[in-house]
């Protein structure tokens, strides 16, 4: 069971028994985090600071990582829709 934990304007938590990505977590929660292009790494707005456990989650892939630089994000941040974590993982939104 992994356990994600979401902080920002709502704070949420949720268990997955699978591998899941960050933002249907977000959903499941529930938390209010804004994904505007549907999960399809094109807005950018779904954007988290992992705080703790990002050794958990997958490498971000080419459409993740063209994003990110866009938007020149940190090295702690990544794409929501694109994150899937296999491990306790807590982002802030
Ligand atoms: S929902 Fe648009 S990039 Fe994640």
Known sequence: MTTLKFHG????????????SL???A???PVPLT?????HARCGTCIVTV???AEHLSPPGTAEARVLQVLKAAPDQRLACQAWANGDVSVRY
Do not use: F, I, M, P
């Open 23 to 25: 933002l249907s977590a």
């Open 51 to 53: 705080e703790a456990g």
């Open 9 to 20: 304007k709502v704070e949420g938590t949720t268990e997955c028994e699978r591998e899941s």
């Open 35 to 39: 994904h505007r292009c549907g999960g």
């Open 27 to 29: 959903l499941q929660a």
